[in-house]
């Protein structure tokens, strides 16, 4: 009974491996313009740490933590990205050159996802059940970026590079600084597939923007009633 348990579980492990390599050499050749053929997936380190993510998050599921905790941590030190096995990952996420990437036990990532090196999805400390971030689907996370807390963040929606953001973000919305700061964008073409990290807006000027409208007016209404005067 145990040997056919164990077949049982490798054959849905190379189900799992064979499906995935497919749908994941489509992610990476879809998503970087730099690869030149289909062989050159196997040097990158989103490929492999996707793949096993695949393998221990269906152990994780099937109670079997430890071993789908070993297998997050030998991807981890191959790779250098920490997936904990009980992410869930939707479809065509890649994680782009990939060092430092942090994903939490209670993530939940959409499907089309594009994440940055040194990106943390992860907790504030003071939690307790959910308390990884949630990324709808079409996100791109600009390297560097911190996404803290039981948080959600919309659909279509950009984290500029070194933006610490601990609040929900409604879909289509930009966010930079720290902490980020959310600007509705005007375009609604998906972050994850146009991979601009450059063009964004800044909040604060705009902030100050509108402050100098309002300095101008009031002086304008000043200068009106000393005239009056």
Not at 37 to 66: N, T
Not at 123 to 152: Q, W
Request: aromatic content about 6%; charged content about 25%; overall charge neutral.
């Amino acid at each position: 009974m145990n040997t056919f348990i164990i077949i049982f579980i490798v054959l849905i492990l190379l189900i799992i491996v064979f499906f995935g390599v497919r749908k994941e050499v489509e992610t990476v050749k879809r998503k970087d313009p730099a690869i030149k053929s289909s062989i050159e997936v196997i040097l990158y380190s989103s490929f492999w740490a996707m793949i096993s993510h695949k393998i221990a998050h269906r152990l994780y599921k099937m109670r079997l933590f430890f071993i789908a905790r070993l297998i997050s941590q030998i991807s981890r030190w191959f790779t250098g990205i920490e997936i904990h096995p009980g992410a869930t990952i939707g479809h065509g996420v890649f994680i782009d050159h990939g060092m430092g990437v942090v994903i939490g036990e209670t993530c939940e990532i959409g499907d089309n996802v594009l994440i940055y090196q040194n990106v943390t999805l992860g907790g504030t400390g003071k939690d307790t059940g959910k308390r990884h971030p949630t990324l709808e689907s079409n996100v791109m996370v600009g390297a560097g970026a911190k996404v803290l807390g039981p948080i959600t963040i919309g659909h279509d929606s950009k984290i500029g590079a070194g933006s610490v953001v601990l609040k929900d973000i409604p879909p289509y919305s930009t966010v930079v600084g720290i902490p980020g700061r959310p600007v509705d964008r005007k375009d609604c073409t998906a972050p994850s597939d146009t991979l601009d990290q450059v063009r964004l807006p800044d909040p604060v000027e705009m902030e100050i923007c509108k402050l100098r409208v309002k300095i101008e007016k009031l002086e304008n209404e000043l200068e009106e009633l000393k005239n009056e005067k």
